[in-house]
């Protein structure tokens, strides 16, 4: 036995996301959906179609990750945790240089 080539009618929605009748595509169900794991950028590519289960075709048709907006006040990635920590001891630094007490000169 042969697999058959996968088209649209081999994948279903993801939670969270649905067809409008008479379409194929999967969106969002709710429209203000957004991703829960960004870390400060516009966009997150979810997967919104998976396979039916059951199915076993291969090669054809494979579904695109879906753009979702990330919330507004989405949290920093680690690499900006690292320099947004590198500034705040470099200030440090540069206060305890400038307003330590002089040292005496000795001749």
């Known amino acids: 036995l042969k697999n ?8 279903e929605c ?7 009748i008479g379409s194929l595509e ?10 829960p794991h960004c870390t400060s950028g516009n966009f ?4 919104a179609y998976r396979r039916v289960p059951g199915d076993t075709c291969e090669g054809g048709w494979a579904p ?9 006040k989405s949290p920093f990635t680690r690499g900006a945790y690292s320099i947004l920590l590198v500034l705040f001891l470099l200030c440090v ?8 007490p002089a040292l005496p000169c000795v001749f």
Request: hydrophobic share 35%; charged share 20%; aromatic share 14%.
């Open 4 to 11: 058959c080539v996968c088209t649209e009618d081999d994948y």
């Open 14 to 20: 993801e939670f969270g996301f649905t067809r409008k």
């Open 26 to 35: 999967c969106q969002p169900e709710d429209p203000n959906l957004t991703a």
């Open 44 to 47: 997150f590519y979810m997967d």
């Open 64 to 72: 695109q990750k879906v753009a979702v907006p990330c919330p507004q």
């Open 93 to 100: 630094l540069l206060g305890g240089i400038i307003f330590s």
